[in-house]
């Protein structure tokens, strides 16, 4: 009776650390070039963005050089344009983060797999975009 109460809780132990593992922190370095189309700025903006295995999504960006007006996750692949997924929040001048209770669908986390999501920061001069990085798992 020991022992299979010691395996069940060394099981469970094993699930939440697979689960934990499981979480994809990406690093993000965003820059004009990789906008689409390119555009010449000296914004820049850093920050991670998490995926986590049940579709959960956390994580901030900081920008320097550009008065954001929005940003996004959005779903496409590089070298293309898509729709927001997911609407980043300010918080301050030179920050966004995602927001609480964020999730992928089934379709958006293949996507996020498949490296077709990006996140960008839109400003005044540049609405489509100013400065972009893609999310690569």
Known sequence: MKIRMLAVAAAGALAVAAGVAGAKDVAVSLTGDQE??????????????????????????????????????????????????????????????????????????????AGNLYVNVHSAEHKGGEIRTQLKP
């Open 36 to 113: 689409v189309p390119a555009v010449t700025t000296t914004a820049k903006g850093t920050g991670k963005i998490t995926i986590a295995d049940d579709k959960s999504v956390t994580g901030s960006i900081k920008t320097t050089g550009v008065t954001g007006t929005a940003a996004h996750i959005h779903e496409a692949p590089a070298g293309q344009n898509g729709k927001p997924i997911i609407t980043l929040e300010k918080k301050g001048d030179n920050e966004w983060v995602v927001p609480a209770g964020s999730k992928l669908t089934d379709e958006q986390l293949a996507s996020f797999k």
